[in-house]
T-cell receptor
Framework: NAGVTQTPKFQVLKTGQSMTLQCAQDMNHNSMYWYRQDPGMGLRLIYYSASEGTTDKGEVPNGYNVSRLNKREFSLRLESAAPSQTSVYFCASSVQWVQYFGAGTRLSVL | GENVEQHPSTLSVQEGDSAVIKCTYS??????FPWYKQELGKGPQLIIDIRSNVGEKKDQRIAVTLNKTAKHFSLHITETQPEDSAVYFC??????????FGTGTRLTVIP
């Protein structure tokens, strides 16, 4: 039972490049989330999906898009990366209010 | 939306002493308050949570207290050990059942 799996673990992009962060959970949870973590700012919600087929904006959605591919998978896409998107990205899934996090993707945009 | 403030940002204690981390929240409708521990290079992990119908909850060396009138809640760790060293985050649920996190406390337990 792997829980929440994120790929890749590390990524370096040049400004303007695009990429997709992948997330999969094997706990049969309905809800999934994408957060970014920046020094001194805690975790901020980018997008969430309350169930398969639905997605909603969180606190900081600008510059990102998401896809809830099926119940297991929730991807985050940066269409044109900017240095301000340098951060650590965490995916989570939840049952009721309890959230389970992946190990994170450390992204640097040069 | 919800605003969660967390203090202190860093905390150093001697092994065996107690550590207390405090959080305040703004949305009086919030009714679920989890605490997460994040070790270096890992994702946050839930260590304890409390719902608004109770004032205190304990799990071995860890306890959380909630004061809904004052809108604050605290994490208490007793008999601290070096493996308790980590970053701790408080959070509160609000709105569409989403979590709002505090800015974190880096706890260092000195052997």
């Amino acid at each position: 039972n792997a829980g929440v799996t994120q790929t890749p673990k590390f990524q370096v992009l040049k400004t303007g490049q695009s990429m997709t962060l992948q997330c999969a959970q094997d706990m049969n949870h309905n809800s999934m989330y994408w957060y970014r973590q920046d020094p001194g700012m805690g975790l901020r919600l980018i997008y969430y999906s309350a169930s398969e087929g639905t997605t909603d904006k969180g606190e900081v959605p600008n510059g990102y898009n998401v896809s809830r591919l099926n119940k297991r998978e929730f991807s985050l896409r940066l269409e044109s990366a900017a240095p301000s998107q340098t951060s650590v990205y965490f995916c989570a899934s939840s049952v009721q209010w309890v959230q389970y996090f992946g190990a994170g993707t450390r992204l640097s945009v040069l | 939306g919800e605003n969660v403030e967390q203090h202190p940002s860093t905390l150093s204690v001697q092994e065996g002493d107690s550590a207390v981390i405090k959080c305040t929240y703004s949305d009086s409708a919030s009714n679920y308050f989890p605490w997460y521990k994040q070790e270096l290079g890992k994702g946050p992990q839930l260590i304890i949570d409390i719902r608004s119908n109770v004032g205190e909850k304990k799990d071995q060396r860890i306890a959380v207290t909630l004061n809904k009138t004052a809108k604050h809640f605290s994490l208490h760790i007793t008999e601290t050990q070096p493996e308790d060293s980590a970053v701790y985050f408080c959070a509160a649920v609000s709105g569409a059942n989403n979590l709002f996190f505090g800015t974190g406390t880096r706890l260092t337990v000195i052997p």
